[in-house]
Nanobody, 116 residues
């Protein structure tokens, strides 16, 4: 069973940047993705990256602003978030994925708050 630990969230002004990290243990040679959830709404897909060639997939609302990457030697996946908007405020989670579908149980997430 994979264990996922997200970190790097915080409070930032609109237009600012944050880099999230996801440490994974267990079954880590897999496509990985980031999701986010706002209270009262369903969790939504943000981005994913395959384990081999690193092919990426992004939700339309983050294209051009967010970049997902991974360091397999460190079993870590990153989400670089630039030009943040107030509507990016959410708890961000990582997970193993198939396409945009999460496959494992969720970690505790990391809160991102963007002030306008």
């Amino acid at each position: 069973q994979v264990q996922l630990v997200e970190s790097g969230g915080g409070l930032v002004q609109a237009g600012g940047s944050l880099r999230l990290s996801c440490g994974a243990s267990g079954r880590t040679f897999s496509a990985m993705g980031w999701f986010r959830q706002v209270p009262g709404k369903e969790r939504e897909f943000v981005a994913s990256i395959k384990d081999g060639g690193g092919a990426t997939l992004y939700a339309d609302f983050v294209k051009g602003r967010f970049t997902i990457s991974r360091d397999n030697a460190k079993n870590t996946v990153y989400l670089q978030m630039n030009n943040l908007k107030a509507e990016d405020t959410a708890v961000y989670y990582c997970n193993l994925v198939r396409g945009s579908i999460a496959l494992s149980s969720w970690g505790q997430g990391t809160q991102v708050s963007v002030s306008s």
